[in-house]
């Protein structure tokens, strides 16, 4: 899965643009971060990389990054 | 022993996402949360306690049913919202709907896995040989602890009654369980009303207001809930509970008619029926108007899936109810 399908997963889970996010993007600077969008990013990486965020985890999202940082570990796991 | 009937009331006053809209202006998007929870309106008791809607519920069960009162020999009522600290709501609901005073009655404190221990409850005295006819009521006022400035909670729950009657004549084939029951008390801090009881007394303190880094507003007295923890914790032990149970019942998935879940919220309840593969035919969604009742919504939903045809008798069904505790519990009921 590459950098865009990644962050297309993202934008859904957001309910967002794809276009409006960047690695670098600030999460609390979408309009769409709040708790359900919170949710819906621990549902997704559930199903798609079997990651479970712990609430640790949800803690340290700062950038649309360090949601990808969570989406890569288990692609290198898998392979 | 078999499900006899099942009635609900709910409370006449409705709180629609368009009314929350107006009140959050901006930091609320009806259409958004609606495609996300599933919820349009939910009803509030104003003035009603959990007694009076329990009643109402039980009233209506008797009413449709045809059932005669005096022939009810236990009270089994489900809340978390009392009357009183005491005496217990279920004596109070006895002498409201004049049940006979050889009745027996008390309350059990559950939420949202409430209704499957419930029926556990009801099969053990029936098959104990100490009831044949037992009421059961699982009501819940949980909007009287939220507070009006938190949109994570106000949207979600929504107050409502249910009646079931479970009633069992000699010689009748057991249609209630298997059962399978969990409890994880290291989640109680992620669902709770921390101030009010014993180990923290309503004072000046506790009604102090905060606002979180959502910008919802509580204090201490009222409901708190840490919506992504809850999250995880239902992707973490409902799929294990379908397994566990099919397994015990020694039956397969294609083997259960509808999967009746608790009504937590849309979005929780695809992401399980995803998850454990259920299809979506046979399982039941029913939260739009009434959001989340706690120990009413299964019984609730199983009353709108018989009226609408969904559920024949013979069928199979597979309840679960998981949430605040933590506590969990599924069961399997031949209908």
Redesign the interface.
């Known amino acids: 899965m590459d950098l865009k399908d990644k962050l297309s997963l993202i934008a859904q889970a957001l309910?967002a643009e794809p276009e409006a996010l960047k690695p670098e993007t600030k999460l609390e600077e979408l309009e769409e971060w709040?708790?359900?969008a919170?949710?819906?990013v621990?549902?997704m990486l559930?199903?798609h990389f079997s990651v479970?965020?712990?609430?640790n985890d949800?803690k340290s999202l700062v950038t649309v990054e360090d949601i990808l940082a969570h989406m890569k570990e288990k692609e290198a796991e898998k392979s | 022993m078999h499900i006899t009937h099942i009635s609900y009331f709910l409370p006449e006053k409705t709180l629609t996402n368009d009314d929350l809209a107006i009140e959050y202006e901006s930091n609320w998007n009806s259409k958004?949360?609606y495609k996300?929870?599933g919820i349009k309106s939910r009803h509030i008791a104003t003035t009603e306690t959990t007694s009076q809607l329990a009643a109402r519920a039980a009233e209506k069960l008797f009413s449709e049913s045809g059932f005669p009162k005096d022939k009810i020999d236990f009270l089994l009522l489900c809340t978390q919202s009392p009357d009183y600290f005491l005496p217990t709501t279920a004596c109070i609901v006895q002498d409201m709907l004049g049940l006979s005073t050889s009745c027996g009655a008390f309350d059990f404190n559950l939420g949202c896995s409430g209704f499957v221990y419930g029926l556990a409850i009801a099969k053990g005295l029936i098959a104990g040989g100490m009831a044949k006819n037992v009421l059961l009521l699982t009501v819940e006022t949980y909007t009287k602890y939220i507070h009006p400035k938190d949109k994570?909670v106000r949207t979600i729950f929504g107050d409502g009654a249910a009646a079931t009657l479970i009633t069992h004549e000699e010689g009748d084939p057991c249609k209630i369980g298997e059962f399978l029951f969990g409890t994880d008390g290291k989640g109680a801090k992620n669902l709770i009303v921390p101030a009010g009881a014993m180990a923290m007394p309503r004072s000046d303190e506790t009604a102090e207001e905060r606002v979180d880094e959502?910008g919802n507003v509580r204090s201490l007295n009222n409901l708190y809930m840490n919506?992504?923890?809850i999250?995880?914790f239902t992707?973490?032990i409902v799929p294990d509970t379908v397994k566990s149970l099919l397994a015990r019942a020694k039956l397969s998935m294609d083997d259960i008619d509808l999967f009746v879940f608790h009504q937590a919220n849309k979005?929780?309840l695809d992401?399980l029926r995803?998850?454990i593969g259920i299809p979506e035919e046979k399982f039941y969604l029913d939260m739009e108007d009434k959001g989340n009742t706690v120990s009413a919504t299964i019984p609730i939903a199983m009353k709108d899936a018989l009226d609408e045809g969904r559920i024949s008798r013979g069928d199979r069904l597979m309840l679960v109810g998981f949430g605040v505790g933590y506590s969990w519990a599924g069961c399997i009921v031949e209908w």
């Open positions: 309910d709040d708790s359900l919170v949710v819906s621990i549902a559930d199903k479970r965020l712990k609430p949800i | 958004k949360i996300k929870i994570s959502q919506g992504p923890e999250f995880n992707l973490d979005f929780m992401s995803d998850k």
